[in-house]
């Protein structure tokens, strides 16, 4: 071995040990997600192998040296395909790969073994990498509907790293049974010259795209009640302002529910705090379930709630809460020996030409709702501002008791 493929293959192998090292962090304090695991073992495999063609000499036999580089190429690039699956929940492949593996690495032993071939053998592993990395893209680019930069630009590079072993893969093949020196020095030249930038490009593209998983997840995290699983008030606000500034420009109705549950802190100074998140936890299952998924609903205060109703008039949106109002009193909240008939009040507003922003509009449903507390508790009202048309066309406050 020249020195200067000493070198490439030491880096490799030190570059692997390094990303199974990260990988192997990531899987740790980042939620020990199953995906990062695989691909700190995939890297693990990789360093192996690039130990092996370091250390060839200390095979017994040169059939037993390239036994076992090539199974560990084939792990390598198994367990690479089988993290993206585990990442993006993929349904395209069986659960156990390996007897598919095994299927392909018979041809290699075949053909160090009974038939020596060496165009076959050195072609299948490039082969079938190029196979796995092409799945790989698919799935990154079909995993979700709005693909994110990092996602792409992995996906990219996994394709083209994937070309580059298709040619690889060609080359090996035309070396023939007995490998062509020519061939075999083009095949030389070429494999170092796009595996290793190849290798080296799509590993820190993926921990990009892991970076990008945690950094979403952060963000989720920060606009999610940890309680109920509803957006938070900042949820609502950026969810909101989106949905308020769309209205305002397409001149479509938009319509604001607010509403709380009736005397909670009784509940929580009779039966305890965890009784009282369990009752939030059930009361917002009620107010959220059956929702559209344009609607936004939120847990913007201890026990006050906000449903955000793009598309939907006044009308319709005090018919919602007057359903929504039915079916809490008639839903008690239930916890082991405790049957508690909950209630709940409610305050609708929809925009109107002198809302300047979401605040404008929540502010008009937040009185409307303790006009609904001071009125007696359990009733939906409307603010008075905003007048609707009645039955026989006239304009008039609407109260729903």
């Not at 071995?1 to 990988?23: D, G, K, N, R």
């Not at 700190?40 to 690039?50: C, I, K, T, V, Y």
């Not at 939030?280 to 609903?297: K, T």
């Amino acid at each position: 071995m020249s020195y200067q493929f000493f070198y490439i293959i030491f880096s490799l192998m030190v570059t692997s040990a390094v990303l199974s090292l990260i990988f192997f962090t990531a899987w740790k304090n980042f939620g020990e997600q199953k995906h990062a695991l695989t691909w700190s073992a995939a890297f693990f495999a990789g360093m192996l192998q690039w130990g092996c063609v370091l250390n060839f000499e200390l095979f017994p036999s040169r059939e037993a040296y390239l036994l076992v580089e090539s199974a560990l190429s084939m792990a390598l690039v198994t367990l690479g395909l089988r993290g993206h699956c585990q990442r993006t929940a993929c349904k395209l492949l069986p659960k156990n790969l390996w007897p598919y593996v095994m299927a392909v690495y018979s041809i290699i032993a075949w053909h160090i073994l009974v038939t020596p071939h060496t165009g076959i053998r050195m072609s299948v592993v490039p082969f079938y990498a190029a196979i796995t990395l092409g799945l790989s893209a698919h799935m990154i680019i079909t995993y979700r509907e709005k693909i994110r930069p990092a996602e792409w630009t992995a996906a990219i590079a996994i394709t083209i790293f994937g070309l580059t072993q298709i040619g690889t893969g060609i080359l090996a093949l035309l070396q023939g049974a007995v490998a062509d020196e020519a061939v075999r020095a083009a095949y030389r030249h070429f494999n170092f010259l796009t595996l290793p930038a190849g290798y080296i490009a799509t590993s820190m593209l993926i921990i990009l795209m892991m970076a990008s998983d945690i950094a979403a997840k952060m963000k989720e995290m920060a606009i999610r009640d940890q309680l109920t699983g509803l957006l938070n008030r900042r949820g609502f606000t950026e969810n909101g302002e989106r949905a308020f500034s769309a209205a305002r420009r397409a001149g479509l109705p938009l319509s604001v529910i607010m509403t709380d549950i009736d005397r909670f802190k009784y509940i929580n100074d009779k039966y305890g705090h965890a009784t009282g998140d369990t009752a939030l936890a059930h009361f917002s299952n009620l107010v959220s379930e059956d929702r559209r998924q344009e609607d936004i609903v939120a847990r913007v205060g201890g026990e006050e709630f906000a449903i955000l109703l793009p598309g939907t008039d006044l009308r319709d949106a005090m018919a919602i809460a007057d359903q929504l109002c039915a079916k809490i009193g008639a839903t008690p909240f239930a916890d082991a020996a405790i049957n508690l008939p909950m209630t709940s009040s409610f305050g609708v507003a929809a925009i109107s030409e002198k809302d300047r922003t979401l605040d404008d509009m929540v502010l008009r449903a937040d009185r409307a709702l303790y006009r609904s507390k001071r009125a007696g508790r359990n009733q939906v009202d409307l603010e008075s501002s905003q007048m609707m048309i009645a039955e026989d066309g006239t304009l008039q406050p609407l109260t729903s008791g």
